[in-house]
């Protein structure tokens, strides 16, 4: 029987999430599995990845194989390290205790880096939720400076209106004495 590790597809249309499986090669995508080993969550950002490296090194020396996607996540968990690792151990090119040692160093190494990625993404999102506020700020000091505008545009209007019936009614007054004048 011929084992794969592979994604298992579970979720809704549009937003997949993944189990990471052994499976025997001949069964469905979403069928049948021997063993659950991790999840894998694509819509995060970054991706999380839930994955027990010691299963997945177990079956890896059982003789599974690894799909194309299965083996990027096992590669970027460190599955794929441990078990070279723990095969120089059997060899006896190094003691267990170097092969920890190097483990932990890489795992230290990626998880500075993916917190490194987690702050940059929030500092960038936080970058863009404040020029938007700067953005909206600008707007709202024009629309407050166009309707002043306005207002005084309305004024000088209403003043201009009343000058020019004062200056009508007036303007009868006055020739109604000049033809009294006149006769």
């Excluded at 599974?64 to 794929?80: E, F, H, M, N, V």
Aim: aromatic share 6%; no cysteine; proline share 3%.
């Amino acid at each position: 029987m011929s084992v794969k590790i592979r994604l298992q597809r579970h979720g809704k249309k549009g937003k997949p999430f993944y189990w990471i499986v052994a499976a025997d090669a001949r069964a469905k995508r979403d069928g049948k599995f021997l063993e659950k080993i991790g999840t894998y969550n694509p819509n995060t950002n970054p991706a999380t990845i839930d994955l027990n490296v010691d299963k997945a090194v177990t079956w890896l020396f059982n003789g599974a194989q690894p799909t194309d996607t299965a083996r990027a996540i096992l590669s970027y968990k460190g599955a794929l390290l441990k078990h070279h690792l723990e095969g120089g151990v059997r060899k006896g090119a190094l003691t267990a205790e170097q092969a920890e040692a190097k483990f932990t160093a890489w795992l230290d190494e990626k998880a500075g880096k993916v917190n490194a990625k987690k702050d940059g993404l929030a500092k960038s999102k936080a970058d863009a939720k404040a020029d938007a506020l700067k953005a909206e700020k600008v707007a709202n000091e024009k629309r407050v400076a166009a309707q002043a505008e306005a207002a005084k545009a309305a004024e000088v209007t209403e003043e201009v209106a009343e000058e020019v019936e004062a200056t009508t009614e007036e303007a009868p007054a006055v020739e109604e004495n000049n033809e009294q004048t006149e006769a």
